[in-house]
């Protein structure tokens, strides 16, 4: 089954691919980050059953955009939204997120903005392989049938 992790890694190529001189953070934001910059971090994820081999997986995960700021802790939103769009063109584009030996396409890009950053939360719906139950019982080395002939 394909990894939050991977998924992660195919948002973070897109994210340096596009600006490579910005520093991507996950799990934690050090308290004196650098700006702009971006944080990256993997929200909800639902897993529904298809058949008895294939499960749906809707992942998310947010890009949150770290903008410069002025003396007034104020942001330039033109600036911040060209970034929201450049990103929103690049997640929408057909495979473009390269997540392991797969190619995924965001299904829906959510874009909400607060004072000095806005979040891009893309989400990517996708099957994967059912994982397999572990196995319990040994395995049979070895099966032998006899016949004998039925008496009339």
Known sequence: MLTVKEIMDGVNTILVRLYPDRTVYTDVIPEKFERPSFFLRPEGRKVTSRTVGVVEVEQMVTVQCIDEVG????TETARLYEVTETLTAAFLQRGALVCGD????ADRIDISRSLDVADVTITVIYEDDRPAAPETQPLIESVSLGTAPKEA
């Not at 003396?71 to 104020?74: F, G, I, Q, S, T």
């Not at 797969?102 to 396409?105: E, G, I, K, P, Q």
């Open 102 to 105: 797969r190619r995924l396409t």
């Open 71 to 74: 003396d007034r802790y104020e």
